[in-house]
T-cell receptor
Framework: DAKTTQPTSMDCAEGRAANLPCNHSTISGNEYVYWYRQIHSQGPQYIIHGLKNNETNEMASLIITEDRKSSTLILPHATLRDTAVYYCIVRVGTYKYIFGTGTRLKVLA | NAGVTQTPKFQVLKTGQSMTLQCAQDMNHEYMSWYRQDPGMGLRLIHYSVGAGITDQGEVPNGYNVSRSTTEDFPLRLLSAAPSQTSVYFC????????????FGPGTRLTVL
């Protein structure tokens, strides 16, 4: 099964872009990359996902390298409410998600 | 829609006791899953279901049973609680397809003494 590697923690100034990297060097061709975040101890919240192409939605952008071995989640204008643990996850098959330990993002005022 | 609901929010058990964690969703999702999250760790899949009457094991199924008699409900049973099962338990649901966005419940914090 593919696994992901993320930095343990990051800081970002409020209003600046937060760039969260993820390494998934063993990913297979049909495995999607998902990003979720967890605020305090609440249930994780979906942010974005992708397979090969870069993706953008109202919350964030996802940049996936051409070889698919890594990706970056971009929060374009981080706010204090974006302080959370961000998980980069590989979906194996239709329903099996493999979570890592995530990146604890702290947005500073 | 209430989304995914879980009860209870908190529970304390003694070693050897049994209990059922409840999970319900009102979004008519086919897929439902149970995860556990230990302190400082990510979520690990316990059991999942792809529809009523169909369940399967995830990464850490030992000590837990599940059944899915309706689309809405997916209870998780601890047969004989052990201190190693102290954790926060999350239930999630989703619909099949390439999007497969999972919606998570608020969690149940379980302590086994």
């Amino acid at each position: 099964d593919a696994k992901t590697t993320q930095p343990t923690s990051m800081d970002c100034a409020e209003g600046r872009a937060a760039n969260l990297p993820c390494n998934h060097s063993t990913i297979s061709g049909n495995e999607y990359v998902y990003w979720y975040r967890q605020i305090h101890s609440q249930g994780p919240q979906y942010i974005i996902h992708g397979l090969k192409n870069n993706e953008t939605n109202e919350m964030a952008s996802l940049i996936i390298t051409e070889d698919r071995k890594s990706s970056t989640l971009i929060l374009p204008h981080a706010t204090l409410r974006d302080t959370a643990v961000y998980y980069c996850i590989v979906r194996v098959g239709t329903y099996k998600y493999i979570f890592g330990t995530g990146t604890r993002l702290k947005v500073l005022a | 829609n209430a989304g995914v609901t879980q009860t209870p929010k908190f529970q304390v058990l003694k070693t050897g006791q049994s209990m059922t964690l409840q999970c319900a969703q009102d979004m008519n999702h086919e897929y439902m899953s149970w995860y556990r999250q230990d302190p400082g760790m990510g979520l690990r899949l316990i059991h999942y279901s792809v529809g009523a009457g169909i369940t399967d094991q995830g990464e850490v199924p030992n000590g837990y049973n599940v059944s899915r008699s309706t689309t809405e409900d997916f209870p998780l049973r601890l047969l004989s609680a052990a201190p190693s099962q102290t954790s926060v338990y999350f239930c999630a649901s989703s619909t099949p397809g390439h999007t497969d966005t999972q919606y998570f419940g608020p969690g149940t914090r379980l302590t086994v003494l």
